[in-house]
């Protein structure tokens, strides 16, 4: 059973940066497609920005500008830069990985605030 799991939430105050890395028991990289999502309380799970194994990127309009994912070929992860956070950026965030079927991780909370 594949897991996938997240790492790098905290606490920050606006303005300031932080970034999130997704990892998977068989390589992340391995993955045709991975997307960071988050889901605030009391609201629907969103997609944030996703990555192909081509390298190919898209994100949200919200975060556009701010937020940045990337794969990282030297430790095996693909990392979400989240930088000007906003207290609407709070949520817990979600990895999901795809490769023939669809992989989440358990979430890693991010909080700002103002």
């Known amino acids: 059973q594949v897991q996938v799991v997240e790492s790098g939430g905290g606490l920050v105050q606006a303005g300031g940066s932080l970034r999130l890395s997704c990892e998977a028991s068989d390589s992340i990289l391995n993955f045709n497609y991975v997307a960071w999502y988050r889901q605030a309380p009391g609201k629907e799970r969103e997609f944030v920005a996703g990555?192909?194994?081509?390298?190919?990127?898209n994100a949200a309009d919200a975060v556009k500008g701010r937020f940045t994912i990337s794969r990282n070929n030297a430790d095996d992860t693909v990392d979400l830069q989240m930088n000007n956070l906003k207290p609407e950026d709070t949520a817990v965030y979600y990895c999901?990985?795809?490769?023939?079927?669809?992989?989440w991780g358990q979430g890693t909370q991010v909080t700002v605030s103002s």
């Open positions: 990555i192909t194994n081509t390298g190919d990127t």
């Open positions: 999901k990985a795809a490769l023939r079927r669809t992989y």
